[in-house]
Nanobody
Framework: VQLQASGGGLVQAGDSLRLSCAASGRTFKPYAVGWFRQAPGKEREFVAAIAWNGRTTSYVDSVNSRFTISRDNAKNTVYLQMNSLKPDDTAVYYC??????????????????WGLGTLVTVSS
């Protein structure tokens, strides 16, 4: 499955953005999807994940209550709604997919497919 992340941009602190991860090549339905991010000079970190069936989600503590991950299997797309953005959220955001995975998959090594990232820049 091929993944394409989009929706990044330059915003001010407190603003919102919605990232999209679109799949092509095959149906997205049986794949868990995770969002990861990598800030300059830092390692890639887990942000959020949604189970293949959409029933469970998980978040890193730093984004909990601000970010929401969701999926629309009919559109082969997973979304990351980001509210109350902070400068610390500045990073390249990547989406990744894992066949029949759960939302508990927080390690990048568990994911089989990756898209190119989309840059989110939050100014103070």
């Amino acid at each position: 499955v091929q993944l394409q992340a989009s929706g990044g941009g330059l915003v001010q602190a407190g603003d919102s953005l919605r990232l999209s991860c679109a799949a092509s090549g095959r149906t997205f339905k049986p794949y868990a999807v995770g969002w990861f991010r990598q800030a300059p000079g830092k390692e890639r970190e887990f942000v959020a994940a949604i189970a293949w069936n959409g029933r469970t989600t998980s978040y890193v503590d730093s984004v909990n209550s601000r970010f929401t991950i969701s999926r629309d299997n009919a559109k082969n797309t997973v979304y990351l709604q980001m509210n109350s953005l902070k400068p610390d959220d500045t990073a390249v955001y990547y989406c990744a997919a894992r066949l029949l995975g759960s939302a508990a998959a927080r390690s990048a090594g568990l994911y089989d497919y990756w898209g190119l990232g989309t840059l989110v820049t939050v100014s103070s």
